[in-house]
């Protein structure tokens, strides 16, 4: 009879394991963006920082392992085997969910997702034992459920979302007040209190956070308890005189202390709060298994009413889990993902927006200039004029042989974040609120970074509708873990075989999505972006649109072999899966006309004349991807609207032009990346006879209509493909003669 629960205990086990993978690939975000944004100490410092971080908080913590014993459920109401059945179906949906998230780049809670999936499994095993029992009725289910810390919760997210954001704008309003952007310019008393302040509010957080879960915490409690505002203005004092020693003295940065320090115990406290997320669940199925197997009464009949007794936690356990945590954080490209998407929404430069605007944050945008406007009107301009004097970004002038990469955001707000983030998360903990981590960091960035004026209205339509679209995930979180989890706890009370079925496809799905992720993150590196901070020459703008023109040639080439292909086996999928890659790249070359701006700013004062170049190459690259898009949009709104295959007569007339075509674009792709441009105007030639070609096939279906072309249909998709391949051509013809002309002239001017 224990077998099984021990295979069940073995498959918990290997899954809290891969919880922790991916659960400090999507938590690394909450410590790691302001350090990493603000560039104020190596990235390998950072990580070094982090690390000690999270094996500290390791070892002191507490936070969700009583909710996963009892906060979310009365334990007493429940058997043994109905605990083991919840307890799969939490950590079952615990990993899937918190993989798609990641995959997506998304940061999530991994608080809410636990507590949710928790009181969805429990809610579904509850109403089970309901109707399996004639003396129980639905509203006997408050009974099995402890629905006021579900609501604490649940009042707990909205709270956090709110204040972080607004807290955040105003402090980092403030400090920018003090500090303009010019902060190195101030004076160093202001520097120092600045450092005492924030370092005092840092450590009492690790005090508040850390000490609190250790078992040593009750031998300090009475100096710590009730002298809270005694240990924090004596902490200023003291750490203002250290910051005030250490900037005069030593001529340290007391910023970048901050943030060190502030990274360390955000990490800390991520540790310690969110490690029994992953580990709390297996750990009390080993607990409820250690009390039934000595009490010798079956599975279905055991109570678990001890586990509303507090255990304390194995150091060793924690140990180990912590150790994982730190591998992950090193090796994980997942939490790079998600550390991105942090950083891109607050950064304060412009660049390449990864959300796209949608009606709400349209909306929210002109309410905001709305609002901007009415406070113009009533500020005097005196006043105005001093806070935009503050905000002023400074110019860095830079040698012609010289980079620059800006970080995304400065020192200041990057220790901004980490004491508002800080102080929040320590004053929730003192009033024992439930809070996420994830959305308090999250949301702090944001609120200083609208603060910092980092939303401009070049960018803020793209920021808002991103950060709309990561909260709206969070709240999805909530709904989806609470869903997934009743249906896998169903499955699971059904038939346990459902459980190996289950760890299957928990399987089978994490490794699709790795092998996706990683598939995306080597098309990535395969573009070729333009570095904004790189000065460009003559030969950077060959070198740049060669590149472009092969990528584009060779994938063309694909494409409309594809679309002919597919259009004469008549093809739905395959017809869909081409015009994906076709939208794809279209989307790219958009991407490289949106980078226009920054091109011609980065180039140097010898080649200006060659932007207009480059301008040209794209608008003909457009020109082919916007022929390719509308053959294979055409040909696939044929086929799925079930029209009459194409002749036979047509069929071969296309495939010989595609074979034509193909030679040829081969040819060109060949010598663009080669970079033997002397052999353009044989290519030329080449093309004109191919323009020839495909005019005579027109000829030839206008004959065929007034012979035997009985589909009207048909006829005009021929038309159409046959009439964007001419364009497509030309557009080619016009790109060669654009690229020959510069290449003669760019010759001479060497010579």
């Given at each position: 009879m224990g077998d099984p629960y021990i295979l069940m205990l073995v498959a918990l086990a290997v899954l809290a394991i891969v919880d922790l993978v991916v659960g400090v690939s999507n938590d690394a975000v909450n410590f790691l963006n302001s350090a990493i944004g603000s560039k104020a100490i190596s990235v390998k410092n950072i990580m070094i920082i982090a690390s000690l971080g999270v094996f500290f908080g390791a070892v002191t913590s507490s936070g969700m392992m009583e909710v996963a014993r009892k906060g979310i459920f009365n334990p007493s109401m429940f058997m043994f085997q109905d605990i083991m059945f919840i307890f799969m179906a939490v950590m079952i949906t615990d990993i899937l969910l918190l993989d798609i998230f990641n995959s997506l780049g998304m940061p999530t809670s991994t608080t809410v997702s636990i507590v949710f999936e928790l009181l969805g499994a429990a809610v579904c095993i509850s109403l089970i034992k309901i109707s399996a029992n004639d003396a129980q009725s639905f509203n006997d289910l408050w009974s099995y459920i402890n629905h006021e810390t579900a609501t604490k919760i649940i009042f707990g997210i909205l709270l956090s979302v709110v204040v972080a954001f607004s807290v955040g704008a105003i402090v980092q309003f403030i400090s920018r007040l003090i500090y303009s952007f010019n902060f190195e310019q101030r004076a160093s008393y202001i520097s120092a209190?600045?450092?005492?302040?924030?370092?005092?509010?840092?450590?009492?957080?690790?005090?508040i956070k850390g000490m609190k879960g250790t078992p040593f915490y009750k031998d300090v409690k009475f100096l710590i308890e009730g002298n809270t505002i005694a240990i924090i203005l004596g902490s200023f004092v003291v750490w203002s005189v250290i910051s005030q020693i250490l900037i005069s003295?030593?001529?340290?940065?007391?910023?970048?202390?901050?943030i060190g320090v502030g990274t360390f115990?955000?990490?800390m406290a991520f540790s310690g709060n969110?490690?029994?997320?992953?580990?709390?669940?297996?750990?009390?199925?080993?607990?409820?298994?250690?009390?039934?197997?000595?009490?010798?009464?079956?599975?279905?009949?055991?109570?678990?009413?001890?586990?509303?007794?507090?255990?304390?936690?194995?150091?060793?356990?924690l140990l180990v889990a912590g150790g994982i945590m730190v591998v992950t954080l090193w090796t994980s490209s997942k939490a790079q993902n998600v550390i991105k998407t942090g950083i891109d929404l607050s950064r304060q430069g412009e660049g390449h927006e990864k959300f796209q605007p949608n009606p709400l944050s349209r909306v929210v945008v002109r309410a905001a200039m709305g609002l901007n406007f009415g406070i113009s009107k009533i500020f005097p301009k005196k006043v105005l004029s001093f806070v935009?004097?503050?905000?002023?970004?400074?110019v860095i002038s830079l040698p012609k042989d010289k980079t620059y990469e800006l970080?995304?955001?400065?020192?200041?707000?990057?220790?901004?974040?980490?004491?508002?983030?800080?102080?929040?998360?320590?004053?929730?903990?003192?009033?024992?609120?439930?809070?996420?981590?994830t959305y308090v960091t999250f949301m702090v960035a944001m609120g200083t970074s609208l603060a910092d004026r980092a939303w401009g209205r070049e960018s803020a339509v793209y920021r808002v509708a991103g950060v709309l679209n990561v909260i709206g995930g969070w709240f999805l979180t909530a709904i989806t873990a609470f869903l997934a989890a009743a249906i896998v706890a169903y499955l699971i009370s059904w038939d346990?075989?459902?459980?190996?079925?289950?760890?299957?496809?928990?399987?089978?799905?994490?490794?699709?999505?790795?092998?996706?992720?990683?598939?995306?993150?080597?098309?990535?590196?395969?573009?070729?972006?333009?570095?904004?901070?790189?000065?460009?020459?003559?030969?950077?703008?060959?070198?740049?649109?060669?590149?472009h023109i092969t990528e584009v040639v060779n994938r063309v080439t694909k494409l409309y072999t594809n679309v002919v292909n597919d259009l004469a086996d008549h093809d739905l999928n395959k017809l869909r899966k081409t015009d994906k890659h076709v939208k794809k790249l279209n989307d790219e070359i958009d991407g490289l006309k949106d980078g226009v701006f920054y091109f011609i700013k980065s180039l140097d004062e010898t080649s200006v004349e060659a932007s207009r170049f480059y301008i040209m190459v794209l608008g003909y690259l457009q020109d082919i991807a916007q022929s390719i898009s509308y053959i294979s949009r055409a040909s696939y709104k044929h086929v799925n609207n079930n029209?009459?295959?194409l002749k036979k007569g047509q069929i071969q007339d296309l495939k010989s032009i595609d074979k034509a075509l193909s030679k040829l674009l081969t040819k060109e792709a060949s010598i663009f990346e080669k970079r033997e441009f002397d052999k353009l105007n044989s290519l030329l030639i080449e093309k004109n006879e191919l323009l020839q070609d495909v005019s005579a096939s027109i000829e030839k279906q206008v004959a065929r209509i007034r012979t035997d072309e009985t589909s009207p249909k048909n006829t005009t998709l021929y038309f159409s493909v046959l009439l964007e391949t001419k364009d497509l051509i030309k557009a080619l013809m016009n790109l060669l003669e654009t690229y020959e002309e510069f290449h003669l002239t760019t010759k001479q001017e060497v010579k």
């Open positions: 209190l600045f450092g005492g302040f924030a370092i005092t509010a840092i450590t009492y957080f690790i005090i003295a030593f001529k340290i940065n007391i910023l970048k202390l901050i115990s955000l990490a969110d490690l029994v997320n992953f580990v709390g669940v297996p750990i009390a199925a080993w607990n409820s298994y250690q009390a039934w197997e000595i009490s010798g009464v079956s599975a279905d009949a055991f109570s678990m009413g001890i586990l509303a007794k507090k255990v304390p936690s194995n150091i060793w356990l935009d004097s503050k905000f002023q970004k400074p970080p995304a955001f400065d020192l200041i707000r990057a220790s901004v974040n980490l004491i508002v983030a800080g102080i929040l998360i320590s004053i929730a903990t003192s009033m024992k609120l439930p809070l996420s981590t346990m075989v459902m459980i190996p079925i289950l760890l299957a496809v928990v399987a089978f799905l994490i490794g699709r999505n790795t092998l996706i992720h990683r598939k995306k993150s080597k098309e990535v590196k395969k573009q070729e972006y333009i570095e904004r901070s790189e000065l460009i020459t003559i030969n950077g703008v060959i070198e740049e649109s060669a590149d029209h009459k295959n």
